[in-house]
């Protein structure tokens, strides 16, 4: 059983930024493929980036890319999530996720194949 913990979250102005934290709860983190999604009123949950196990490769939607970026650090059992630039339309709750298995950006963006998530943060970016 993996437990996700999010923080971070917070009410920010439009061009600024916030670092998202998952704390992770597993006896071995390496074994996860890591993901951010985010949910906003009234939409579907949706894929926000994703990090392989040793952090080697990255994916983003192209919503973010080039503002945020997802990191980890395996031998704290966190991910993170650097968010600049925000605009007010990524205003959402943001989640964490791991899956034990994936390698390409189709097995990561799907958000029903993760296997545990954490309870969400709110982040709203005010204009």
């Known amino acids: 059983q993996v437990q996700l913990v999010e923080s971070g979250g917070g009410l920010v102005q439009a061009g600024g930024s916030l670092r998202l934290s998952c704390a992770a709860s597993a006896p071995f983190f390496t074994d996860y493929v890591m993901g951010w999604f985010r949910q906003a009123p009234g939409k579907e949950r949706e894929f926000v980036a994703g990090?392989?196990?040793?952090?080697?490769?990255?994916y983003y939607a192209d919503s973010v890319k080039g503002r945020f970026t997802i990191s980890r650090d395996n031998a704290k059992n966190m991910a993170y999530l650097q968010m600049n630039s925000l605009k007010p339309e990524d205003t959402a709750v943001y989640y964490c996720a791991a899956k034990v298995d994936g390698y390409y950006y189709d097995d990561l963006v799907d958000a029903r194949r993760y296997d545990y998530w954490g309870q969400g943060t709110q982040v709203t970016v005010s204009s």
């Open positions: 990090i392989l196990r040793s952090g080697s490769r990255t």
